[in-house]
């Protein structure tokens, strides 16, 4: 096999898959139509002489020869990028990290960890991006991030079933809490009685396919009333604020809850328990990688302390 054939377009399809989990994601991640995609991945697997993904039900995979194509296929890539950086006149990235979050932890984790890296770490430049966890576990296994925010929620199973396992690390596992509007009568005690959210209207987001419905109570034995639907975390909480509704929320985000928001726990049921997970890929890390996931840590156990301290509005 002759990989010199292989054009950098085929490699950034095959990435793109493989972050995205199926041909129509990737496709219109990359402004394509999925028969070009098709025709980028067949190039790559005639050369390669070998199925480089799985085409399954609920999406694709990589195979044993699609991880080692894509693991090489990545470092080439970030040199192709290092290269235009640096030929436009753009600073190197020997200290670059690229780091994935899902959504409630860029409120608070996020920007704390690297507020505190731009101090003791100026020359690591630390690049994020926001997705689900399957986006983000995929993302991990293509090589196009170095470490991923993760959240997990009982049996807390392992992200993805491919081998070798993902090196995990819990940061935090507190229960989830709920947003209340502050004058509403549920945010008169200090906590929630399970039974007391029938009959409640709920601010949820968006589902998906592999998006679970965040924001109302799991296990919650009727049919919710969704009043209004939000991805962002902000806008969920300012719909409470205003009185629109309930909604879920991490403990974690208590500090960064807006005025008029009671942020109470639950009561009565199954303990709903949620984790935060630093995951990479096996191997050992860089150092870059080493200090970032240091700062994450740190910033954890400094949102946890605050989420125990902080007074309900």
Same mark, same amino acid.
């Given at each position: 096999?002759?990989f010199?054939?292989?054009?950098?377009?085929?490699?950034?399809? #095959?990435r793109?898959?493989?972050?995205?989990?199926?041909?129509?994601?990737?496709?219109a991640?990359?402004?394509?139509?999925?028969?070009?995609?098709?025709?980028?991945? *067949? *190039?790559?697997?005639?050369v390669?002489g *070998?199925?480089?993904?799985?085409?399954?039900?609920?999406?694709?995979?990589?195979?044993?020869?699609?991880?080692?194509?894509?693991?090489?296929?990545?470092?080439?890539?970030?040199?192709?990028?290092?290269?235009?950086r640096?030929?436009?006149?753009?600073?190197?990235?020997s200290?670059?990290? /690229?780091?994935?979050?899902?959504?409630?932890a860029?409120?608070v984790?996020v920007?704390a960890a690297?507020?505190v890296?731009r101090?003791?770490d100026p020359?690591?430049?630390?690049?994020?991006?926001e997705?689900?966890?399957?986006?983000?576990?995929?993302?991990?296994?293509?090589?196009s991030l170095?470490?991923? #925010?993760l959240?997990?929620?009982?049996?807390f199973?392992?992200p993805?079933a491919?081998?070798?396992?993902l090196?995990?690390?819990?940061?935090?596992?507190?229960?989830?809490?709920?947003?209340?509007?502050?004058?509403?009568?549920?945010a /008169?005690?200090?906590?929630?009685?399970?039974?007391?959210?029938?009959g409640?209207?709920?601010?949820?987001?968006?589902?998906?396919?592999?998006?679970?419905?965040?924001?109302v109570w799991?296990g919650?034995?009727e /049919?919710?009333?969704?009043?209004?639907?939000? /991805?962002?975390?902000?806008?969920? #909480?300012?719909?409470?604020?205003?009185g629109?509704?309930?909604?879920t929320?991490?403990?974690?985000?208590?500090?960064?809850?807006?005025?008029?928001?009671?942020?109470?726990?639950?009561?009565?049921?199954?303990?709903?328990?949620?984790?935060?997970?630093?995951?990479?890929?096996?191997?050992?890390p860089?150092?870059?990688?080493?200090?970032?996931?240091?700062?994450?840590?740190?910033?954890a156990?400094?949102?946890?302390?605050?989420?125990?301290?902080?007074?309900?509005?």
């Amino acid at each position: 096999m002759d990989f010199t054939d292989v054009s950098l377009t085929a490699l950034r399809v #095959l990435r793109a898959v493989a972050e995205q989990g199926t041909f129509t994601a990737a496709a219109a991640s990359l402004g394509y139509t999925q028969s070009a995609v098709s025709r980028q991945i *067949a *190039a790559v697997e005639r050369v390669a002489g *070998a199925q480089l993904l799985e085409r399954r039900r609920d999406g694709v995979r990589l195979t044993a020869a699609g991880r080692v194509v894509m693991r090489r296929a990545t470092v080439v890539l970030d040199e192709i990028d290092a290269a235009a950086r640096e030929l436009s006149g753009l600073p190197g990235e020997s200290g670059t990290v /690229r780091l994935g979050w899902f959504p409630s932890a860029g409120a608070v984790l996020v920007p704390a960890a690297l507020a505190v890296l731009r101090r003791t770490d100026p020359g690591i430049d630390v690049v994020t991006r926001e997705g689900t966890t399957p986006a983000l576990v995929r993302a991990l296994r293509a090589g196009s991030l170095d470490l991923a #925010l993760l959240a997990s929620v009982p049996p807390f199973r392992p992200p993805d079933a491919e081998s070798p396992p993902l090196a995990l690390r819990t940061l935090t596992e507190r229960a989830l809490c709920l947003a209340v509007p502050a004058g509403h009568p549920l945010a /008169r005690g200090d906590y929630v009685d399970v039974t007391d959210l029938r009959g409640q209207r709920w601010i949820a987001g968006p589902s998906s396919g592999e998006d679970r419905l965040m924001g109302v109570w799991p296990g919650l034995d009727e /049919r919710p009333d969704i009043a209004h639907t939000a /991805r962002d975390w902000l806008a969920k #909480l300012q719909l409470v604020a205003a009185g629109c509704g309930l909604t879920t929320v991490p403990s974690s985000l208590a500090p960064a809850v807006p005025p008029g928001v009671r942020v109470l726990p639950v009561r009565g049921g199954p303990q709903e328990q949620r984790r935060l997970l630093l995951a990479h890929l096996p191997q050992a890390p860089a150092e870059p990688v080493t200090r970032v996931a240091a700062a994450l840590r740190a910033a954890a156990l400094d949102a946890d302390t605050a989420a125990l301290s902080v007074p309900s509005p």
